[in-house]
């Protein structure tokens, strides 16, 4: 049997489930243990014709522009777990198992395609347009982990979300299917969920699972059953109920409560994987108002703080939850591939490791820096509860600073 994908989880909420006309995402990224994850900007850029993007394994196309975007990844490869641009859209993956084995030979991983999806849609369905096209004419595959011994091989769900809709789109190789949602609360964790509500798919997805047995074409056709390794997607995601339940009050606080729920299993920390890195996003429906992204930057949301940023033009970069780049020498870029793994810690992962050491030796201590953390985390939420209740346009220099202060207040806690 394959190994099992890293438990990650994806959630979004609409209204009426979620306050004040906003909707709510949100992922805890569920990784290696000892893996480092950044906070990485990049601008929007014009590109000369002709010009190609180095990915993480291989180079494709780049498009004449690329919108700014704001990702938190693993900070070997190209790519990004998770993030937004600057037209509100947001992108999550989840490493799934199908009954297709994922492909060894390297192509696009799907964290690729989150960030490429996000530099180049300007809504949720053109990021998933953008993700599928590119599916079909690079494919995916190669090695999730920064791992020289074996190669760790998934395919790809993504959940994508704008001001207005969102969708959950499922791949097994070039083939996907997509369900649109504008309603309710969804979650997507590492089995497939999509079943016979399928809204957007590959042309020739039903022709091929005909081709190979997997359905008579008489059934109603489940993407799910189809694609699933015997009952795999069952058990997926019983933490919507708490969403649920919340009943119309779900909020940037209620998302980031669910994050760091370890009982529920949504935070994970168990002996293979980590929650390395959490995100939170909220988008208003009504345009005039901004987006506001929460990152963590830090493993385990219930050790970390939520730090908003905020899309203005000129924002300050965070060279402090950006990993040391090691250009052409670095392992994962040479071939064979990850033969040593060198030292990616930033400066916020480095003073978080002190601060746990801290919390197992002194719990008092611990507990009290915590409390002092929450609070800082608190008064970022209120200030953009604020912005988001005022009724005049946001000055962007109010904010040009804003992730930049936050990480540097919490540097200098733990201090």
């Not at 989150?114 to 993700?131: M, P, S």
């Not at 590119?134 to 190669?142: F, I, K, N, V």
């Amino acid at each position: 049997r394959m190994a099992a994908a890293p438990p990650s989880y994806c959630f979004v909420a609409f209204p009426p489930c979620s306050k004040d006309g906003l909707v709510v995402f949100g992922k805890n990224s569920a990784r290696p243990r000892d893996e480092v994850q950044e906070v990485v900007y990049f601008a929007a850029a014009e590109h000369e014709p002709g010009s190609k993007v180095e990915c993480t394994y291989i180079e494709i196309e780049q498009v004449p522009k690329t919108h700014a975007v704001v990702l938190s990844r693993p900070s070997w490869l190209w790519g990004a777990e998770m993030g937004a641009n600057e037209h509100g859209v947001c992108v999550a993956n989840e490493a799934v198992v199908t009954r297709e084995p994922a492909s060894e030979s390297e192509a696009l991983l799907g964290m690729d395609l989150v960030r490429l999806g996000l530099e180049r849609g300007v809504t949720a369905k053109e990021a998933l347009d953008v993700i599928v096209t590119l599916l079909e004419e690079h494919g995916q595959g190669g090695n999730y982990y920064e791992d020289g011994s074996s190669c760790h091989t998934f395919q790809s769900a993504f959940l994508i979300v704008d001001r207005n809709e969102a969708w959950i789109l499922e791949t097994s190789g070039k083939y996907w299917a997509a369900e649109k949602i504008t309603e309710g609360v969804k979650c997507i964790c590492n089995q497939l969920s999509l079943t016979t509500k399928i809204d957007a798919e590959h042309p020739e997805l039903r022709n091929y699972v005909k081709s190979q047995g997997w359905w008579n074409g008489d059934s109603d056709f489940n993407f799910s059953e189809v694609f699933s390794l015997a009952d795999d997607h069952l058990a997926c995601c019983s933490v919507r109920e708490s969403l649920e339940k919340q009943g119309g009050d779900v909020s940037a606080q209620a998302m980031i409560d669910v994050l760091r729920d370890k009982d529920s299993g949504v935070c994970v920390d168990s002996e293979s994987f980590l929650t390395t890195a959490s995100i939170v996003s909220v988008l208003p429906q009504d345009p005039s108002f901004p987006c506001i992204h929460y990152f963590t930057g830090t493993p385990d949301p219930s050790r970390s703080i939520f730090k908003p940023f905020i899309f203005v033009d000129d924002v300050k970069l965070v060279p402090k939850v950006q990993s040391p780049s090691f250009g052409n020498e670095d392992p994962a870029k040479k071939i064979p591939r990850f033969q040593e793994k060198p030292d990616r810690r930033h400066e916020l992962y480095k003073a978080h490791e002190w601060a746990r050491s801290l919390q197992e030796k002194d719990q008092d201590k611990g507990q009290k820096l915590m409390r002092i953390m929450l609070d800082l985390e608190k008064q970022g939420l209120e200030a953009m509860e604020d912005i988001l209740s005022r009724t005049e346009i946001l000055d962007p220099a109010e904010v040009v600073d804003l992730f930049y202060d936050c990480v540097d207040t919490e540097l200098k806690f733990f201090k």
